[in-house]
């Protein structure tokens, strides 16, 4: 009886340790996950913010802007004379020759995007690579895609969530918000026109010349113009499909 005692006792003294170690390293791991979502969704967000506010501090310095362009006001210009509406909205007008500058290098900032709406104001680079350009809180440029000002689809992508998630408010734009594209040369704006809800990651279709959505050809549009195009993710904490607003380009301001 002494031994079968002793037996048992020493079995549940292995369970217990057993079932002590196995907590600690629930616990543990929780305790790592926690630090992971934190970094991810404020850590990465504070830095890129950080890094993007400074980038857009340099533009302007090396541009001799100031923040002349952050109000939020359309600019005027003499072929496409800028709406009398509320501030941060413009009527959308025919527009014919714009200033456009050489083709930057990849990963290259060489724009600022303003959103008055969404009170963002943040660098543009060219390309849409995660290290280099999106996880630094930049908005990327899709490479094939024209420049600022050019005739065709001037179509961005920005992370929805973390590393700055710049794009993350896209849901609250509405048609005729404005949408200031700041370079050395000018600032151009548009106006928000149509927005595709939800489409496949790989609707390359929102990113062409003339912008129509392969999956959805509801969406979109049949005639060349000046068109913005704005990608991110959809819904939020995925990368499953894709948010698109397109605008029109409505004026040009040169600079100096």
Same mark, same amino acid.
């Given at each position: 009886?002494?031994?079968?005692?002793?037996?048992?006792?020493? *079995?549940?003294?292995? #369970?217990?340790?057993?079932? #002590?170690?196995?907590?600690?390293?629930?616990?543990?791991?929780?305790?790592?996950?926690?630090?992971l979502?934190?970094?991810?969704? #404020? +850590?990465?967000?504070?830095?890129?913010?950080?890094?993007? $506010?400074?980038?857009?501090?340099? %533009?302007?310095?090396? +541009?001799?802007?100031?923040?002349?362009?952050?109000?939020?006001?359309?600019?005027?210009?003499?072929?496409?004379?800028?709406?009398?509406?509320?501030?941060?909205?413009? *009527?959308?007008?025919? &527009?014919?020759?714009?200033?456009?500058?050489?083709?930057?290098?990849?990963?290259?900032?060489?724009?600022? %995007?303003?959103?008055p709406?969404?009170?963002?104001?943040?660098?543009?680079?060219?390309?849409?690579?995660?290290?280099?350009?999106?996880?630094?809180?930049?908005?990327?440029?899709?490479?094939?895609?024209?420049?600022?000002?050019?005739?065709?689809?001037?179509?961005?992508?920005?992370?929805?969530?973390?590393?700055?998630?710049?794009?993350? &408010?896209?849901?609250?734009l509405?048609? $005729?918000?404005?949408?200031?594209? $700041?370079?050395?040369?000018?600032?151009?704006?548009?106006?928000?026109?149509?927005?595709?809800?939800?489409?496949?990651?790989?609707?390359?279709?929102?990113?062409?010349?003339?912008?129509?959505?392969?999956?959805?050809?509801?969406?979109?549009?049949?005639?060349?113009?000046?068109?913005?195009?704005?990608?991110?993710?959809?819904?939020?904490?995925?990368?499953?499909?894709?948010?698109?607003? +397109?605008?029109? %380009?409505?004026s040009?301001r040169?600079?100096?």
């Amino acid at each position: 009886m002494r031994v079968v005692q002793h037996r048992d006792r020493r *079995r549940r003294a292995r #369970w217990r340790r057993g079932l #002590w170690g196995g907590g600690e390293v629930l616990v543990t791991v929780g305790a790592v996950l926690m630090l992971l979502v934190v970094h991810q969704l #404020w +850590w990465t967000n504070r830095e890129a913010r950080q890094g993007a $506010e400074r980038k857009v501090a340099a %533009l302007e310095k090396e +541009w001799g802007s100031g923040s002349s362009a952050s109000g939020g006001a359309p600019f005027a210009s003499a072929s496409a004379p800028a709406a009398t509406k509320a501030p941060g909205r413009a *009527r959308q007008r025919p &527009y014919t020759p714009v200033l456009v500058s050489g083709t930057p290098r990849r990963s290259q900032a060489y724009a600022v %995007l303003t959103i008055p709406r969404l009170h963002l104001r943040v660098p543009v680079a060219e390309g849409v690579s995660k290290p280099d350009v999106l996880n630094k809180g930049y908005v990327g440029h899709y490479p094939g895609t024209q420049q600022p000002g050019q005739a065709g689809n001037f179509a961005l992508a920005g992370h929805r969530n973390t590393h700055g998630e710049p794009f993350r &408010y896209l849901p609250r734009l509405r048609p $005729e918000d404005t949408l200031q594209v $700041e370079t050395g040369s000018a600032t151009y704006t548009y106006a928000v026109d149509k927005i595709l809800p939800q489409t496949s990651s790989r609707d390359s279709g929102v990113v062409r010349p003339v912008p129509r959505s392969l999956v959805r050809p509801s969406y979109g549009y049949d005639q060349p113009g000046y068109y913005i195009t704005l990608t991110t993710c959809t819904p939020e904490f995925t990368s499953r499909y894709r948010l698109v607003v +397109w605008g029109k %380009l409505v004026s040009m301001r040169p600079r100096g």
